[in-house]
């Protein structure tokens, strides 16, 4: 983006971002998001794939949408590349090879997520922190949920920013990325603490904020104050819940937790609950908030669904051929493009 734009976006209304816990199907959120993208590369005549972190000021996400959020903001990339990464980390981490005795704690061996992720920030020259003190740019901030163990009803969030005010430890990329997966059902706890302080537990991340949208409306007004012109949220899901159903595990799977299963469909059900009390909140106010989520996502849940992609991809497509999500890509597309104030500050789109 050359700078005169990018000023544009930064120092204009805000642009939000919030991605939902998707499990094993967040590839979801980043077909969506790469449409999304395609289409503002489209409506400016850019040569190159625009990145995500040059058009919302603020990206949160939770679980494997928290992973999606530190891909598109901390390591800046465009929706493409994302997509090769996150496939790449799903195939590994996913995988009947990586999958574990139902006795033990978690269904996957939380040493890959660990391994992948350091090779993924080793191959990058951004560090190996969520904040990187050598910049500290206005746009593309990400953060991710956790839960604390010792205090569910507040989750904590890893920023890659510092935040007047506001507690935030600097850990490691990898720290947070197993931090806001932790399920148990999934993956192991992780304790996490600065050298020197008592560590502190994370639990399920998507217990309470599966679908971040609050959390990031309330981050956004923390750190760029109260009366910061608003443009709109963003919400991308990663399937509706009445369309999970379970298909007939094969030997290696019955002998893994029922509870799997389970989980995703609370996750979900979870994430639509939230986005629907956002809806009735903006149901008098246009293009404030826009809601993705495919409602026809790979019929049935399996373990080894990341090897779906095509067709989670292909159903996640046409669900953004049907008339009512084409116009409301339509709609964001242009603010996107061209960011108007909504007449609304994020203080009081917090309090409505």
């Known amino acids: 983006m ?17 991605l939902d816990c998707g499990g094993i ?22 040569g190159d794939l625009p990145k995500p972190c040059d058009y919302f000021h603020l990206i949160g996400g939770t679980g494997t949408g928290g992973l999606i959020a530190l891909l598109l903001g901390r390591f800046q990339m465009d929706t493409q590349e994302a997509l090769r990464v996150y496939n790449d980390l799903a195939g ?30 080793a191959s990058r020259d951004t560090g190996e922190f969520m904040m990187d003190s050598a910049t500290t740019p206005e746009m593309g901030k990400a953060f991710v949920c956790a839960m604390p163990a010792t205090n569910m009803a507040h989750p904590r969030r890893f920023r890659t920013y510092p935040a007047r005010n ?11 990325v197993r931090a806001t997966s932790v399920a148990p059902t999934f993956f192991k706890r992780i304790a996490i603490g600065e050298e020197g302080r008592a560590k502190e537990e994370f639990v399920d991340g998507s217990t309470g904020c599966s679908n971040p ?13 109260e009366k910061r012109g608003f443009c709109c949220l963003v919400s991308v899901g990663a399937g509706h819940p009445g369309t999970i159903e379970q298909s007939k595990p094969d030997a290696f799977q019955k002998m893994l937790p029922r509870n799997v299963v389970d989980s995703l469909r609370k996750i979900t059900t979870s994430c639509q609950d939230a986005a629907l009390r956002l809806n009735w909140r903006f149901r008098r106010q246009n293009n404030l ?18 090897k779906k992609t095509n067709e989670i991809e292909s159903q996640t497509k046409s669900y953004m051929e049907e008339t009512e999500v084409t116009d409301a ?16 500050f994020i203080g009081d789109v917090c309090q409505s």
């Open 92 to 121: 590994a981490i996913f995988s009947k090879g990586n999958q574990k005795w139902k006795f033990q704690d978690g269904a996957f061996k939380a040493t890959t997520v660990e391994a992948k992720v350091k090779e993924l920030v």
């Open 289 to 306: 908030y826009f809601r993705f989520n495919v409602s026809q996502c790979a019929g049935s849940i399996s373990l080894e669904e990341w």
């Open 2 to 18: 050359d700078g005169q734009r990018y000023a544009m976006h930064a120092n204009g209304p805000l642009v939000l971002l919030a």
């Open 213 to 225: 949208s609050q959390e990031v409306l309330e981050e956004a007004r923390n750190i760029f104050g």
């Open 166 to 176: 506001l507690a935030s430890a600097n850990c490691s990329i990898w720290e947070a």
């Open 329 to 344: 890509i339509d709609r964001l597309v242009k603010l996107l493009c061209a960011p108007v104030e909504s007449g609304h």
């Open 25 to 46: 199907r967040g590839v979801c959120e980043l077909v969506i998001l790469d449409e999304i993208m395609r289409q503002v590369q489209s409506g400016l005549g850019l």
